[in-house]
């Protein structure tokens, strides 16, 4: 008798129960309160140890609930050249039915599984993938724009719905065995391909994984590559929990973003790889003034990063700000390598139209690589920081209204070190609109940057820069030439 066998035949009803009812009651902890059209809820306490269940463990467990269904017993083939769409749609509503709380919808091992429009989720459901199991995506440019109505458009009112999506779900969560080997595979390389020939294809497909209005939003242990546009984006959400992902996309393709909450409140991502070629992580609070919309400028709020490494391309905060985003933690993490990987680390970019509130972040203990600019992303760029609240090519140099005008308050960044840069930074903020409790704490460069900082419209009597090297001065004014 194989493990496989022997664990499976050992296994009982209350084993299964267990290991069910701790997944849902510890993504549960979250206070959630609903006040109009935005969610927001009490900050949450989190532990800093890893305590990601075994994969293939969790796998076995509950590949073999009662609530279990295989999405092979619905016809899905998994041989990479059968469309499985239709069947693994009927297995997750068919499984939902049946189990209506703790549905579990299993891939089985060793397979790919073609799909060629979006699979809508469900609330109370996991998505489960097999070790060397596939979902791919075989949509192309050539296709027709096909729409799930189960899903968000959001800003992509005219284009294809995501691979994987849902809208107004509770408890949904997509699992695998091993990040390396459990994926969800855009298909993104006939939309890069359009995109070379025609820069307005540019992140015009699919996005990988989109859900929206949603509660309890779980990825563990999973794989995303090849997306052919931003590949996570969960949207006016609460509860959302990302650890154990990696995610994989070219780095000379842009518009193809690896991990993007957009105003969603209680996030947390954690022990993940983002290696893409736009913004590896990109916090955003969007305008859903969009057709069919009812939501409008919601913020982003209590988001914790950790021990992520981001090879490409940086993180931000942006451009869409609308909402605001408030209390951000990132610490212990990665950006870039040694060898250039990234044109930038840590980058603020804020719409000039409508600007939202920016508040309380703190980025400590971060490793940052040897940042320089590359002839595939950003020929100019190379530096460790930029904070430019005019992110709007049609309006260089506007002086802000003022009701218009972004606020920008309590950012710390501390015990960070960087291995060299083209030059340290730009921070600017407006004429009038001071950016408010700017501190650096043990900020240095191992290599001296080739071109010192620049700030300027900074609220100096916030301001403050300790142990930092090479030195940071910042003026009330316009910056000074760099020091």
């Known amino acids: 008798m194989s493990k496989y066998e022997t664990i499976i035949e050992n296994l009982t009803h209350r ?3 267990n290991i069910m009812g701790t997944r849902f009651f510890c993504i549960a902890v979250f206070y959630v309160t609903f006040t109009g059209a935005c969610v927001s809820s009490k900050a949450i306490t989190l532990p800093p140890e890893d ?6 463990s969790r796998f076995l467990l509950l590949s073999a609930a009662t609530s279990a269904c295989h999405v092979s017993e619905y016809g899905a083939a998994g041989d990479n050249r059968s469309d499985d769409t239709t069947a693994i749609q009927a297995a997750i509503d068919a499984c939902c039915r049946k189990n209506p709380e703790d549905a579990v919808v299993v891939f089985e091992s060793q397979r790919t599984y073609k799909v060629t429009s979006s699979i809508a989720l469900a609330s109370n459901t996991t998505i489960l993938l097999g070790i060397n199991t596939t979902i791919f995506s075989a949509v192309t440019p050539a296709d027709p724009i096909r729409q799930n109505p189960r899903c968000p458009t959001l800003y992509w009112s005219q284009g294809p719905t995501a691979i994987l999506c849902g809208s107004n779900l509770s408890n949904v969560a997509v699992l695998g065995v091993d990040e390396t080997s459990s994926l969800i595979d855009g ?5 890069y391909a359009a995109g070379l020939r025609n820069a307005s294809m540019q992140g015009r497909g699919p996005r990988t994984f989109e859900v929206a209005w949603s509660s ?3 990825l563990s242990r999973v794989g995303f590559h090849n997306s052919p546009a931003w590949t996570v984006h969960p949207t006016f959400c609460t509860g959302v929990v990302a650890e154990h992902i990696q995610i994989h996309n070219p780095r000379f393709t842009p518009n193809t973003d690896g991990f993007d909450p957009d105003s969603c409140t209680d996030v947390v991502l954690r022990d993940s790889v983002i290696d893409t070629g736009d913004d590896g992580i990109s916090i955003k609070s969007g305008n859903s003034t969009e057709p069919g919309s009812s939501h409008i400028q919601c913020p982003a709020r209590n988001i914790h990063i950790y021990r992520v490494t981001v090879l490409s391309r940086n993180f931000c905060v942006g451009s869409a700000t609308y909402g605001g985003v408030y209390d951000l933690v990132m610490e212990d993490c990665a950006i870039g390598d040694d060898n250039g990987s990234s044109p930038w680390a840590i980058k603020y970019k804020s719409h000039q139209s409508y600007p939202g509130t920016m508040r309380n972040h703190t980025f400590r203990r971060l490793r940052v690589g040897n940042i320089q600019p590359n002839s595939y992303q950003q020929p100019r760029a190379g530096y460790f920081m930029s904070i430019e ?5 049609l309006i260089p140099n506007r002086t802000c209204l003022s009701w218009d005008c972004p606020l920008f308050a309590d950012v710390s960044f501390e015990d960070i070190v960087i291995t060299g840069a083209a030059r340290a930074g730009d921070i600017n ?3 009038g609109d001071l950016l408010q409790g700017l501190r650096f704490s043990n900020v240095s460069f191992v ?5 010192g900082w620049k700030c300027g419209y900074v609220n100096t009597s916030s301001f403050s820069a300790i142990d930092v090297r090479p030195p940071l001065a910042c003026n009330e004014g316009p910056s000074a030439n760099r020091i």
């Open 429 to 431: 903020g407006f004429k």
């Open 15 to 17: 084993d299964v129960t």
């Open 51 to 56: 305590t990601t269940p075994d994969g293939f």
């Open 187 to 191: 298909g993104g390389w006939p939309w």
């Open 216 to 218: 309890n939003v779980t």
């Open 389 to 393: 609240l005019r992110y709007h090519a």
């Open 447 to 451: 290599n001296t940057p080739a071109l």
